[in-house]
């Protein structure tokens, strides 16, 4: 008998311990739901910041951007070829990796296509 009773006991414990688990579940899935909304939240933050960023460079280098196209190394100096290659390619890198929101392509394009009018003009 005492075989029994033991058996009982355990699947009782069980019982309780699988209750506590179902119990306990929703709230593991509550929290892990509210780290998942806080990590998107986040990554919102993060999108909206990396825009912010991007419309201040961009308008940065527009002003940064010669009347001939070229780009110096500080303000006052002449145009350097260097640079602007630099920066044409940095532009261009940008492109190819698909890192440019929408809205600043034509900023890119227009800071690209000057820069390779001063290009051409420096080679020929």
Same mark, same amino acid.
């Given at each position: 008998?005492?075989? =029994? *009773?033991?058996?009982?006991?355990?699947?009782?414990?069980?019982?309780?311990?699988?209750?506590? %688990? %179902? !119990?306990?579940?929703?709230?593991?899935?509550?929290?892990?739901? !509210? #780290? !998942?909304?806080?990590?998107? =939240?986040? %990554?919102?933050? $993060? %999108?909206? *910041?990396?825009?912010?960023?991007?419309?201040?460079?961009?308008?940065?280098?527009?002003?940064?951007?010669?009347?001939?196209?070229?780009?110096?190394?500080?303000?006052?100096?002449?145009?350097?070829?260097? &640079? #602007?290659?630099? &920066?044409?390619?940095?532009?261009?890198?940008?492109?190819? /990796?698909?890192? /440019?929101?929408? !809205?600043? #392509?034509?900023?890119? $394009?227009? &800071?690209?296509?000057?820069?390779?009018?001063?290009? $051409?003009?420096? =080679? /020929?």
């Amino acid at each position: 008998m005492g075989g =029994i *009773r033991a058996r009982c006991c355990r699947i009782l414990k069980n019982q309780e311990l699988k209750q506590a %688990l %179902l !119990e306990e579940k929703s709230w593991v899935m509550q929290a892990a739901n !509210e #780290t !998942e909304r806080k990590k998107r =939240i986040g %990554l919102l933050f $993060d %999108l909206n *910041r990396m825009g912010n960023e991007q419309q201040r460079v961009f308008d940065k280098m527009q002003k940064m951007q010669l009347n001939d196209g070229g780009f110096s190394w500080f303000d006052g100096l002449p145009a350097s070829r260097f &640079i #602007t290659q630099h &920066i044409v390619s940095g532009v261009g890198h940008m492109r190819v /990796l698909n890192a /440019l929101d929408n !809205e600043f #392509t034509g900023k890119a $394009d227009g &800071i690209v296509n000057g820069g390779l009018a001063y290009m $051409d003009a420096c =080679i /020929l």
